[in-house]
């Protein structure tokens, strides 16, 4: 049976990478892409609602949790920081009257952060830049099989990330 892309990753041993190695061309192209759409999303963001990438990401993350609400320890897996760094964050949009900080309803020790009306509707605002920036920035050059296959494979980092 032949191999395809959606093939698992083996466990046969690799070879050690070198820094000639050709498999580091997709790495190093992946991460030059991700560093300038995210730049260019950020700064549009900043430019046009005023809101930052991770502020963004944040207010998306509190939108589609269950009753617009997740705990900070949540929020932060969710987009990537630290809990230090969401709990500035969210003082951030808190002061904007973006989120509200409320006690855990689960836990009364732990502090959730959930999503205000007028975040939700500042998200929306948001989202059409945001949304037309991927289309313009990552859509666009790359072609719908591309993207299915891209897709694929990053899930599949994802998960094996995850299972360590």
């Known amino acids: 049976?032949?191999?395809?892309?959606?093939?698992?990753?083996?466990?046969?041993?690799?070879?050690?990478?070198?820094?000639?190695?050709?498999?580091?061309?997709?790495w190093r192209s992946f991460l030059t892409a991700y560093s300038v759409i995210t730049r260019r999303l950020d700064e549009e963001?900043?430019?046009e609602t005023g809101l930052s990438l991770f502020e963004y990401a944040a207010l998306l993350q509190l939108a589609e949790a269950k009753d617009r609400k997740l705990r900070m320890s949540d929020l932060a897996l969710g987009i990537v920081l630290t809990r230090s760094g969401v709990t500035r964050l969210v003082d951030r949009l808190e002061r904007d009257g973006l989120v509200e900080r409320c006690q855990c309803s689960s836990?009364?020790?732990?502090?959730?952060a959930q999503l205000t009306d007028v975040g939700l509707e500042r998200l929306r605002e948001a989202s059409k830049v945001h949304l037309r920036g991927i289309d313009e920035y990552y859509f666009a050059q790359v072609s719908d099989g591309d993207q299915a296959v891209v897709g694929r494979v990053m899930s599949d980092v994802v998960e094996g990330l995850r299972e360590r």
């Open 1 to 26: 049976m032949a191999e395809t892309a959606t093939a698992a990753p083996t466990t046969s041993p690799r070879a050690p990478v070198s820094p000639r190695d050709p498999r580091l061309t997709g």
């Open 45 to 47: 963001l900043r430019e």
């Open 107 to 112: 836990d009364g020790r732990g502090a959730e």
